[in-house]
């Protein structure tokens, strides 16, 4: 899978229940040291699990060696990274350089296609919006930020937390000039001051092509055993010039080894580990049923697009590899989710943990209530789903501006805390603008969008439903869409202008048809909108108190859930049983040309001539990919792989199938990460992409 | 997965509800030809199904194209082969020829080990007990079985059968002087008289080594992708001459190609697709799980015994191999029953079968009470499982022989029809024979072979059960295990001699431990082995009945289940959906080499030298094993995969897991026939052990 998108691990799940902690388990070290595996291994720098690195892999790390691989690692847009030699050299993902690489290609060459090696430092051009964050220190303001909680009100005392979180923020910023951002831990249970060093030069020194650090592709996506160098190279400049980087992580060329343990430096993206049944119950009953519909008809639609052209292909092949991505993801936790086992499991650790909160009064008193109140938000948000779901905005770009030209002047005419979360948020400024910028949009890929909407709403809204009559009027959704869309001015900058100029009774007079459907639709989007938005915030602060209930039960040994910031996480490498036989720890070069082989070199598997050509001086037995128990989730994309000596021997990328369901609970009998390994990239720098400049600044580094 | 164990498919499953049979699928020419899928495809040439393989591949073979593989095809000792060259090669899996490459090792060569090539003619050794059985002709003999069945008993009704099949068994082979065997298909619905002609002089010719036969070992048995060159060529002779074939398979060096339709011509074993639903979950709940729990202690004490020494594991390499193959088999077996959703499938066509019968008042009277008695009966088998199973002799040769030892006075006393079945069979002379036969035990492996018997007696039968406290005497299975075969005589042929001898009065009189423990269950377990044998007749009666009721209700187009009789099976050259990715439709010996080096040259996975030493000279790019949609099982093992003209492109040797249910109902979404590809054979055979002599026999004979 691709780690990217949001898709991650923390805390949670099956406690032992005091009948299971029997005498032989607390004779278990690594159970003394207070390690309950489900809650995963994905620790914060500032609460290392040292007693239980030392009994499950004899490991105590000094203090030096956890700054060492903190100050290595850096944070890009969406992904992990880490410096790898001391001129700021720089290794993540392929797929997390994508839009630099793509940035950096010319109208001659694709470097997605053909990839790219810069043969000198001159020839390293800058990937535009390339951002790289160091953590510098982290430090606990949980009790600044409840000090300046006074309130009775939920959402009063929401204001206050979020005000004071932003003067936190606001203050270190001043005064330090660093990225200051305070995280939210266990729900609210806990708060932590990060501040990073930004990096904001950052240039591209070598890439491999698209097939083959995607190689498989769609189908491979997700699994193992993987064949792909899903790795690219930065730099760090400071003014001007290479970072002389004072902490990086040395190449061990030989990389990663059977049975070994490793640990995974980078910023899991998000888990629901801490989540109740009920929410997972709304997420396996309600979301993820809806999101896989939208998904599958978006699909569709996009390949029904691309079947008009090459050009549309080409133009639509990113969404569609989203969309696929994303599908393969939410089966995967969906599976989890409908999973007897592992819902048994929660079902286990949830019961405990209210046995734990009930056997004391103050703290049943505190928190006992807090599973029933979110029980009830989420009943209350399943009762109207579908109707908060599909009568309202979505799919077309001209639909969704129609509704926001619609929604505008009330939702401007109103108290802030009136409004609806996204406007709030943004404030009526930000849609202004964005209705008021320039922007070409092709109405036939409209059309299909409108009719991916109109679909959906007629699948899931009643036959009488005012809205599915009002946009449909008899119509299929097709011919719906392509009315609507046909008659509507929308997409031309003067009628949009004229609306939001015009205000409420321009709005009111238009006879433009998106927007007398949007009429139609924005009384009941905003009821449900605001209706949802309450639910939330019961679901939320009830959720905060439940973060503060698991240190009451459970004390402050375990992991939060992901938070997209820097963890740790320990594991081994290990293979695993894999349908009805076993999957190796580590792949080959051999294996590599071997799919390419069996699948006749057709795409996905074809492989690029540079590759075909090397084939003779490769060292096939050489490892390409292999895995680990280590724990991670999206946004650890392009996390380094680091060994007892602090040494990278290899670059995390995916998980396997096995994995996804450990967004809610971590397992890891069967589930993996997937990662490159530096045998394999040193193996290609040199005999493939004649990369000597970039293979040897690594080995020297490393030596020095 | 080997397929010598049975583990076989055929008849019923799925049939569609008349509701189903809607105008669309009626339009359907395959659905027109009479197919049902879940039947599986496991032919008799006697009604080769022409309409559906004209439907589904535009194939509609002569009758001499049926003629020619069948006499192609030959049936050796529990697998299947074929003819391959004019001069009567013989093609099959390394693992059906085992036993004949065991027995021309020397002492000082282990041919299993190095593998072996027959540089010339007179260089190829015979093999012993080796026979080959070429079907000639099958005749319907269902008439004359009927005509023969006059009584209205059950038990003489069943013997009236089997006197006339023997009559009619008895008279071919006298008439014709060829192996003749009357068969029963469809539960006895329909009888057919084969007749073989059997080659009696097969020689060795080439063998691979087999740890490139059976690459994987038993981590990827059953399973795939595969890279094993499971293949063993034999010869044919006839009058110390190799034969000179009229009819043979040509070769096919370029094999099997993706998409190709392919026919495997061989035996399959057994398969339970016309079990009753109430047949299956005796299956699921009483007999596998015994079956389970048994190999498992098995495995262990096994195991045990091999970490002793090397020369113990080595000898009981064999018995942890059959044993680990057999457990593989049942789990996977077993999985199918538990599946709901296959389950579910077979009672929707149970019901409908039912209702069919039900409609028609002749057909409800001849048949209608089959399904309830067979229920009944298997209820009343389910009630006393445990005390049959473990109130018995079993485990240790000991405890067996001082069984037969207390029974054989009592059984030999009575009339036949009144005996124990196995006593019936085989007849009470036989059993003092065996008795009487000098035989080196190893008291060491009767001792843990006592103790896992005496482990699963007392985990499963009650405390105060009267067999599990005159064997334990409240010590510890092994404490008794080590009395017990300390202190009998019975490994001395003195002693079982005396007993023999003495016959009922010795017996009572004797007071060696063994002996004393058999008399306490001789009782019980003649009680229970009667009461089963007077349910299984009630059971394989009505049974028969079902078989009848079938053709009643769908005609006779159906394929009966497997009897290791001569078949053909039509599937299609296809990966399948596998883990989240796909598999492809063959594997290459660069995988092949990829998995070795992937588990660091480790056993299972370890080469013999002789091919890393050929890496250099290889295509590695060139298929080794390949997928099809064919319908196999056990007893398919060796069966040439045949394209359109009638010429060999692979050998089967195995199932993927996914096939493993099969054996109850067929699908083929996701389950595989695993076969050797032709393009292996031909590249290993030259370029690997320089046997040009068998790859020129094979060209030049294939443009003859």
Known sequence: MRLTPLYCLALFALVLTPLSLSAQEAKDPIAESGFVKEFGTMWTFDAPPLAYWKAAYDFAPERAWLDHVRLSAVRIP?????????????????????????????DDVNYQATGFVAAREEDEPRCPGMTADQLQSIEDVTAKVRQAVTARATEERVAQRDAAIQTIQDECAASTGLICQV?????????????????????????????????????????????????????????????????????????????????????????GRMLTLAQMEYLRDVQYPHQLAQIAALIRAYRALSEQSPAAARQYENNIFS??????????????????????????????????????????????????????????????????????????????????????????????????????????????????????????????????????????????????????????????????????????????????????????????????????????????????????????ANAELMGQAIFAAYGKALPPDATFTLRISDGVVKGFPMNGTIAPYRTSFYGLFGRNAEFDDQPPFHLPDRWKMAV???????????????????????????????????????GNIEMLPNRFIFTDEVSRTVSVHTAAITEALKKVYGAERIAEELERAAIR
Chains 1, 2 share one sequence.
């Open 78 to 106: 969406g992904c992990s990274a880490s410096v790898v030699s001391d001129q700021g050299l720089v290794m993540t993902n392929h797929h997390c350089a994508r839009s630099c690489i793509t940035a950096v290609s010319t």
């Open 183 to 271: 995280v939210t831990f266990y729900q609210g249970g806990m708060y932590s001051l990060y501040r990073y060093k930004r990096f904001q030069d950052l240039r591209l020194v070598m890439a491999p092509e698209e097939e083959i650090s995607f190689f498989g592709g769609d189908p491979d996506n997700f699994t193992y055993p993987r064949y792909d160098l899903d790795v690219t190279f930065l730099r760090i400049y400071e003014n001007g010039r290479p970072l002389l980087a004072e902490h990086f992580l040395r190449w061990n060329a030989k990389g990663a080894t059977e049975g070994e343990v490793v640990f995974v430096v980078g910023n899991p993206g998000s888990t």
């Open 323 to 540: 969309l696929e991505n994303a599908q393969k993801a939410i089966r995967g936790y969906h599976s989890g989710l409908t999973d007897v086992d592992l819902m048994a499991r929660k079902k286990r650790f949830e019961d405990d943990f209210r046995a734990r909160i009930r056997a004391d009064r103050q703290l049943q008193s505190n928190y006992g209530r807090a599973w029933d109140a979110i029980a009830r938000a989420q009943a209350e948000l399943t009762s109207f789903a579908t109707e908060a779901r599909y009568q309202a905005f979505g799919g077309s770009t001209l639909f969704i501006m129609a509704g926001n030209l619609v929604l505008l002047p009330e939702q401007a005419a109103m108290p802030n805390d009136r409004r609806l979360p996204q406007f709030q948020e943004d404030g009526p400024d930000r849609f202004r603008s964005q209705l008021l910028r320039n922007r070409e949009l092709d109405l036939g890929v409209e059309t299909a969008m409108l009719t991916v909407q109109l679909s959906l709403m007629q699948e899931h809204l009643p036959a009488g439903d005012p809205v599915l009559r009002a946009a449909l009027q008899g119509q299929s959704p097709e011919e719906a869409a392509k009315r609507l869309i046909g008659g509507t001015k929308l997409h031309t900058l003067e009628a949009r202008e004229a609306l939001v100029e015009g205000g409420a009774a321009a709005v009111q007079a238009s006879d433009d048809p998106l927007i007398v459907l949007a009429r139609v639709i924005a009384p009941l989007m905003t009821r449900h909108g605001m209706r949802q938005a309450r639910l939330n915030t019961t679901i939320s």
């Open 616 to 654: 003779g001086r490769l060292d096939l037995a050489t490892p390409v990919d292999f895995v680990s128990t280590a724990d991670i989730i999206g946004g650890n994309s392009g996390s380094p792989l680091v060994n007892r000596k602090g040494e990278v021997v290899g670059v995390a990328f995916d």
